[in-house]
Nanobody, 120 residues
Framework: QVQLVESGGGLVQAGGSPRLSCAAS????????MGWYRQAPGKQRELVAA???????NYADSVKGRFTISRDSAKNSVYLQMNTLKPEDTAVYYC??????????????WGQGTQVTVSS
């Protein structure tokens, strides 16, 4: 089984620059995508940023230029550096890792989430 543990959330002032961390453990296929999603109250969960094991990253338009995702594949860890936070960034942030082995075999795991609250 795979477990993901997030850290780094909390109450932050607008304009702040917290860093989220996520460490994955268990049987993780080396070719995978790790990412961060968020869910604000009353809204659907949305992708914030993701990065492949090859280092390719993509971002939601709302965070481009402000957030940076990175990973340490040797540690099965992924990070999200958040800069210039805005109140609308307030949400529960979830770490995710997933991979496909073909023939419909998709493996998808989530962390428990960490709350990020941005005060104006």
């Amino acid at each position: 089984q795979v477990q993901l543990v997030e850290s780094g959330g909390g109450l932050v002032q607008a304009g702040g620059s917290p860093r989220l961390s996520c460490a994955a453990s268990g049987s993780i296929f080396r070719v995978n995508t790790m990412g961060w999603y968020r869910q604000a109250p009353g809204k659907q969960r949305e992708l914030v940023a993701a990065i492949t094991s090859g280092g390719s990253a993509n971002y939601a338009d709302s965070v481009k230029g402000r957030f940076t995702i990175s990973r340490d594949s040797a540690k099965n860890s992924v990070y999200l550096q958040m800069n210039t936070l805005k109140p609308e960034d307030t949400a529960v942030y979830y770490c995710n890792v997933h991979w496909s082995l073909g023939w419909g075999r998709v493996y998808d795991y989530w962390g428990q989430g960490t709350q990020v609250t941005v005060s104006s």
